[in-house]
């Protein structure tokens, strides 16, 4: 399965992001789908997963702030992210089955 994230950019702390992760494969009847995210200097860390059941789980960190959502017509998982701030500045990458991996997106928190 090939996974194609977007939806990165620069915004201001407090600000916005949509990103999305489009998959190859449909994702109707994946088990597992989820974000994760590499600051510089530090190791991947997860963030949200989606399962097939249709429940999702957010890191500490992060829940109230970021919701998941699923697009089983064009195959996308989407991870809106609102309340931004400097230290959600990372790359983010999208994760299948706990084995294939996007390329990742960046998304910027500052000024």
């Known amino acids: 399965v090939k996974l194609v994230e977007s939806g990165g950019g620069l915004v201001q702390p407090g600000g916005s992001l949509t990103s999305a992760c489009n998959a190859s494969?449909?994702?109707?009847?994946?088990?597992?789908m989820g974000w994760f995210r590499q600051a510089p200097g530090k190791e991947r860390e997860w963030v949200a997963s989606?399962?097939?059941?249709?429940?999702?789980s957010y890191a500490d960190s992060v829940k109230g702030r970021f919701t998941l959502s699923r697009d089983t017509v064009k195959n996308t998982l989407n991870l809106e992210m609102n309340s931004l701030k400097p230290e959600d500045t990372a790359v983010y990458y999208c994760?299948?089955?706990?084995?294939?991996w996007g390329q990742g997106t960046q998304a910027t928190a500052g000024s």
């Open positions: 989606f399962f097939n059941t249709g429940s999702t």
């Open positions: 994760n299948w089955e706990h084995q294939n």
């Open positions: 494969s449909s994702i109707s009847s994946v088990n597992f």
